[in-house]
């Protein structure tokens, strides 16, 4: 019986240490309240037009997941004709002690010749914009795609960022969507979901298991 009931604290630590392991899930409901949560939105474009970064425009395409709109998006007019774009989207400080991964949903509007590439990359805490390791290129395309980024343990503190860039002549329309950053334990491990579903099931069944044995009795 002790025995048993040992068993059932550590699978419910584990659960519980599993769930811990994501840090920001991001759905992008309300563009402007990111700020408050510890996001960095800037549009550097030059010369710049408009706030650049905005809640998705559902007559274009609408989001991955959640309401219509509820996806960031940036688009050509971040810069005035003729000039040059330059959107940035940076998540707040996370822990990547001992590594971390991130997956966000990125899409495009196919139209015409033009094309919508992003980078993408971590950086060592700094609040400066050239500190990114933009060490990830990825082209949109016209459907929903999920991306992943991976930083090797060793980083205390780092942001992730993704940049939206190019000649406002040659770009078009980006929506982002679904953001997820999930930080590495000790082990180096990251618990997946499918693990908690086991955990939880292995311990329904001693419960039942138990009950039987009652009855039986």
């Known amino acids: 019986m002790i025995k048993k009931a040992l068993l059932a604290l550590a699978i419910s630590g584990t659960m519980l240490t ?11 409901d309300s563009v402007s309240a990111l700020a408050a949560s510890g996001w960095t939105l ?8 408009g706030p650049g970064l905005l809640n998705g425009n559902v007559d274009v395409f609408t ?14 007019t971040s810069a005035a004709e003729g000039g040059f774009i330059n959107d940035w989207i940076v998540t707040p400080e996370f822990s990547a002690l001992y590594g971390a991964t991130v997956t966000f949903w990125l899409r495009g509007e196919i139209y015409q010749n033009f094309v ?8 060592d805490g700094s609040t400066t914009l050239s ?41 078009n329309y ?44």
Do not use: C
Request: no cysteine; charged share 10%; net charge negative.
């Open 18 to 28: 599993a769930q811990a392991a994501v840090v920001l899930n991001e759905g992008f």
């Open 42 to 49: 800037t549009n550097a474009s030059t010369p710049a037009n």
């Open 63 to 76: 989001a991955y997941s959640g309401a219509a709109n509820s996806y960031l998006t940036a688009n050509y």
């Open 116 to 123: 919508d590439t992003i980078t993408y990359g971590f950086n």
């Open 131 to 171: 500190s990114f390791v933009q060490s990830q290129v990825m082209t949109a395309t016209g459907a929903w795609t999920q991306v992943t980024a991976t930083i090797a343990a060793g980083t205390a503190n780092t942001h992730f960022a993704i940049n939206y860039a190019g000649a406002s002549d040659v770009v």
């Open 174 to 217: 980006i929506g982002i969507d679904s953001m997820v950053i999930s930080v590495n334990d000790a082990t180096g491990d990251v618990p997946e979901p499918a693990s908690l579903a086991i955990l939880a099931a292995g311990l329904i069944g001693m419960g039942a298991a138990r009950r039987r044995k009652n009855k039986q009795a």
